[in-house]
């Protein structure tokens, strides 16, 4: 099967040449809200990804950025154009912008000169009551100079990947329901970090909310995030779920490699999620595998 894989990354934090300026990819051993990250907190080159199936066909690419901390995001994304082994118009690379930051315009203008730049990524995923799930370090929503410079999308024709859990879910869709025109993706299948029944209905209703905007689409990705056992079986609701309020055109297969390297191989990752739509016929295989994405982020 031809794949666009939607979300996954390289790095490479034992180089000096260049120094992205990685944080937690060199804080060794530091716990994770996914665990423990030590056996990815090393090189993974295109080289290593781009060969991670054995079974399928990486026909396009979408490089996600990896670590808040990176003070150049120009630099990572230059970067990341220059060594990824596809042809520019088959990849798409989401940069780092800090929104909250002085820099934020100048950040996003010079990656927009990058060829494959198409869209931004910076982690609003905060709990009050739970820091240990804290991918970011504040409610970045509530930040008036964050939200201020949101409408830079706008005006630079750029996508924003959206990664935040349940809990802020109704924040953002209202925030979100002022820039019609910025397409927004939902990472990791909106991050279901609470998979009881409460936690799981307060994840549905979240996601209905976000649905509701036309501009949204959502990545089955991450899984392993908040279920290191995950499986087929064990996804099959929450597709059912995304499946019956976003509809296969918005929705894009992601690896999160090599994050999710910590938990399955490569191939097992897209054959559960491959088991989990099966049933929705070819035309939803195809979507979900390589047509949203190319829709989404502007490959041929």
């Not at 055109?249 to 989990?276: H, Q």
Request: proline share 6%; aromatic share 10%.
């Amino acid at each position: 099967m031809q794949i666009v894989d939607a979300h996954h990354h390289i790095w490479i934090p034992e180089q000096t040449q260049p120094d992205l300026g990685y944080g937690w990819l060199r804080d060794i051993g530091s716990m994770k809200p996914f665990g423990d990250p030590t056996p990815i907190q090393r090189d993974y080159p295109w080289s290593e990804f781009s060969t991670e199936s054995s079974a399928h066909q990486l026909v396009g690419s979408v490089y996600v950025q990896v670590d808040g901390a990176i003070k150049d995001p120009v630099a990572e994304t230059e970067w990341v154009q220059s060594v990824v082994e596809l042809p520019a118009e088959h990849v798409g690379i989401v940069g780092l912008v800090n929104l909250a930051g002085n820099e934020a315009q100048v950040q996003m203008e010079s990656q927009s000169r990058v060829e494959s730049f198409r869209g931004v990524r910076q982690i609003i995923s905060h709990l009050d009551d739970n820091p240990a799930l804290c991918f970011s370090p504040e409610h970045y929503l509530r930040n008036p100079r964050w939200r201020d410079h949101f409408k830079l999308l706008e005006e630079h024709g750029l996508s924003f990947d959206l990664q935040l859990y349940p809990e802020q879910m109704h924040e953002a869709a209202e925030f979100l329901s002022q820039f019609p025109s910025v397409p927004v993706v939902i990472d990791h299948a909106g991050s279901p970090h609470d998979q009881s029944a409460k936690g799981l209905a307060l994840w549905r209703d979240g996601m209905s909310a976000l649905s509701q905007l036309d501009t949204t689409c959502v990545k089955l990705s991450g899984f392993g995030m908040f279920d290191r056992n995950w499986s087929a079986a064990s996804i099959q609701p929450i597709i059912n779920d995304l499946l019956d309020s976003f509809g296969p055109r918005r929705i894009m297969f992601g690896s999160n490699f090599p994050v999710d390297k910590l938990m399955a191989d490569y191939d097992s990752v897209v054959e559960r999620v491959l088991a989990s739509i099966a049933s929705a016929g070819e035309d939803t295989v195809v979507q979900v595998f390589a047509k949203t994405a190319r829709e989404f982020y502007r490959l041929k």
